[in-house]
């Protein structure tokens, strides 16, 4: 296995790592933001406030996403499976 395949392949884990965890992440990111600028106009400061907030609105992203996430994954292992006999050559 070269040391270019290796990097391809990582290259390959990584980018699909960054688009799997992107929509609950940035759904997680607006929703505190969001929560932020709320609490700072009324001058509430509760810790827990955000959290139920972002929970919800982290698994509507999940629920929503969720069957483009899967596929994804499932792309990305099925070319990783189809690979392994090139890798191993």
Known sequence: MSPE???SLI???LQTLVLVS???LLTA???GLLVSVFQAATQI???T???IPKLLAVFVSLVLAGSW???TMVDFTQRLYGAIPQLAG
């Open 5 to 7: 395949a290796v990097i």
């Open 29 to 31: 990111l607006l929703v």
């Open 11 to 13: 290259q390959q884990a």
């Open 45 to 47: 400061n509760e810790m």
């Open 22 to 24: 992107a929509p609950p």
């Open 49 to 51: 406030l955000s959290f």
């Open 69 to 71: 996430m899967l596929s």
